[in-house]
């Protein structure tokens, strides 16, 4: 996806061990969000970033941290990964807010075992 | 509640036919109704999106639709292709704050056989 890019792709961790993604973009928006997709449900809000330094929960932001020091780029952190948070990660950008157009990621497949 | 639900969960046509998916909202204050289309593997790419005041919008073969007064949309594809095979996404946004929200639908699984 253009101007997008999550890393890594895959990753399989163990229960109880840190996890950082990572989302970096070139489009210089100010908005950057976190979702997470699994089976049966639509896809869900972490956390987002209004800014550098900016940050807000999302509505499942329970064991999750984020970071923001640069504008192109957004930090997701599992302190400690357990298996309910196996899922795909989509990393999301927007010039002008939720409102407004969207540009998502390639998304990060995360399995803790 | 605000929720966005699709229909059907899955569908499975014949290359070259027609379809419809269907999604209805209950969001409220509504700012704007997009639908996108996800190929496994990979993140969601938008095909439309539209505003209270827009009844209709294409993008090729794709034509959604949207009723605000009965809070329903449509996507419309027009003879289908393989590429089409994919996981079609609605999601509603309101206006709700100055950031707004979106609520996304669990979405509806096209596939396209030979």
């Known amino acids: 996806d253009a101007g997008i890019t999550q890393s890594p792709r895959h990753k399989v961790t163990e229960t109880g061990t840190p996890v950082t993604l990572r989302c970096h973009q070139t489009?210089?928006?100010?908005?950057m969000y976190w979702y997470r997709q699994d089976p049966g449900h639509g896809l869900r809000l972490i956390h987002y970033?209004?800014?550098?330094?900016?940050?807000d929960k999302g509505e499942v932001s329970d064991g999750y941290s984020v970071s923001r020091s640069k504008t192109e780029d957004f930090l997701l952190t599992l302190e400690s990964a357990t298996s309910s948070q196996t899922s795909v990660y989509f990393c999301a950008i927007s010039e002008a807010g939720q409102s407004y157009g969207y540009t998502f990621g390639s998304g990060t497949r995360l399995t803790v075992v | 509640k605000n929720q966005v639900e699709q229909s059907p969960q899955s569908l499975i046509i014949l290359e070259g036919k027609n379809c419809t998916l269907q999604?209805?909202?209950?969001?409220?204050?509504?700012?704007?109704l997009r639908w996108y289309k996800q190929d496994t593997g990979r993140g969601p790419v938008s095909l439309t999106i539209m505003t209270f005041s827009e009844n209709t919008k294409s993008n090729g073969r794709y034509t959604a639709t949207l009723d605000a007064d009965t809070k329903q949309s449509s996507l419309h594809i027009t003879a289908s292709q393989l590429s089409d095979s994919a996981s079609y996404i609605c999601?509603?946004?309101?206006?709700?704050?100055?950031?707004?929200?979106?609520?996304f639908g669990r979405g509806t699984q096209l596939t396209v056989w030979p």
């Open positions: 999601v509603v946004s309101d206006r709700g704050s100055t950031l707004g929200r979106l609520y």
């Open positions: 970033s209004y800014g550098v330094k900016d940050t």
């Open positions: 489009e210089n928006h100010r908005y």
């Open positions: 999604c209805n909202y209950t969001v409220s204050p509504f700012s704007n």
